[in-house]
């Protein structure tokens, strides 16, 4: 299969980081600090990002990584960065492991250069890994959803996507949370991957050596929605209303006669792996007016291949596809819509109702 190699490698990559960031996600101090942006970030964040950039410059030294943390936001706090290091340092490896995924963090100066190796600009060719090592940081201080998205893009085209969803249910037929999960439970952690031409899966999220997690492995797809039974959907959007206009949801899914009783707000790239599986029907991510955000690729590159493998279709609010091959930005691209195929046209001429009157659909 192809790009077989580089999906069990991101597999056991993100089983390895996101299960740190359950460990920090669990204590009563996550080390949180503020970035030049005022968003949060945490050592958890840090730990991943530096776990799997090792990771990754073991495996495929030649690759190029985009990553969303750099070491400048711990310039001033070596305390912070002591704890971090103490975090990765914890994570043990078995000689199986060392010789998969490359050996131990051992000093902070590692540490550091590690952070920044994250930093290509990306582009139209070559290879490139897209990290976010917590998608949903604000969700994952308030205990909710968040996840550890890590995506292989090729000459601008997602080639493999992991997601790794430590509080979503495992089953791929439990109704999307609207509650913060119970930590202790076991029926939580699923881990979603796809690669281009594959298929998408999800599978428990369970430690494993130097092999991919096999038991539990499910193929998943998307609802067959059709037109007519549109108004059953079960549509998906951010908690944050300064990531996607709450009230233009509303009037989408007003036009589309669904109940807003059946929307749900979750943090990170959950919502695609939730889509994905048949537990959702519809992701929305709307431009905000007079903010002028643009998407970041490692916040969309892995749901998007996801979602597509199980039968969806993303697009961006006027219908286009996501270019990868722009940049670290989806810089032609306003928005997000991801649906079933059978009633994507139908999500898109709503949103352009709603949207086109205001311009924020054209940049």
């Known amino acids: 299969m192809p790009y077989e190699a580089e999906l069990a490698h991101a597999l056991l990559t993100v089983t390895r980081a996101t299960l740190l960031t359950r460990r920090v996600f669990t204590s009563s101090t996550k080390g949180t600090l503020s ?3 005022t968003s949060p970030v945490t050592i958890g964040d840090f730990g991943a990002q530096a776990l799997i950039i090792s990771s990754l410059r073991h495996a495929f030294p030649n690759d190029a990584i985009i990553a969303e943390e750099e070491s400048s936001s711990l310039a001033s706090n070596p ?7 103490s975090l990765v340092s914890s994570t043990s490896l078995s000689p199986e492991e060392e010789a998969r995924l490359g050996g131990s963090i051992k000093d902070e100066s590692q540490l550091l250069s590690l952070l920044d190796m994250g930093k290509s600009t990306g582009g139209p060719s070559g290879r490139v890994w897209a990290l976010d090592p917590i998608d949903g940081t604000k969700g994952f201080l308030r205990g909710g959803q968040y996840a550890v998205c890590l ?19 495992l089953s791929d037929t439990a109704p999307l949370p609207t509650s913060a999960p119970d930590p202790d439970d076991a029926s939580t952690g699923v881990l979603f991957s796809a690669t ?30 059709q037109p007519d039974n549109i108004p059953n959907a ?4 951010s908690v944050e209303a300064a990531h996607s206009s709450h009230s233009d949801s509303s009037a989408i899914a007003e036009l589309l006669h669904i109940p807003l009783s059946q929307s749900v707000r979750m943090d ?13 029907d519809i992701y929305l991510r709307l431009p905000v007016p007079g903010k002028g955000y643009v998407e970041k690729i490692w916040d969309h590159a892995a749901g998007d291949l996801i979602v597509r493998e ?4 993303v697009t961006d609010a006027r219908g286009q596809n996501l270019d990868f091959g722009r940049g670290r930005r989806l810089e032609g691209n306003t928005g997000v819509v991801a649906a079933p195929q059978g ?3 139908v999500v898109i001429k709503a949103v352009r109702e709603v949207l086109e009157g205001k311009k924020d659909v054209d940049r």
Do not use: W
């Open 268 to 280: 990170s790239q959950a919502k695609y792996g939730s889509i994905a599986r048949g537990a959702g």
């Open 343 to 345: 009633v994507h046209d």
């Open 79 to 85: 305390t912070l960065t002591s704890e971090i290091l």
């Open 310 to 313: 199980a039968g969806g279709v």
């Open 35 to 37: 970035k030049t942006d």
């Open 196 to 225: 281009l031409g594959g298929g998408a899966s999800s599978r428990p999220l369970t430690h494993t050596s130097s092999k991919p997690q096999t038991d539990g492995v499910k193929t998943i797809h998307m609802h067959s929605l």
């Open 234 to 237: 079960t549509f998906c959007e």
């Open 151 to 169: 995506a292989l893009i090729e000459d601008g085209d997602v080639k493999v996507g992991v997601l790794g969803c430590p509080n979503l249910p």
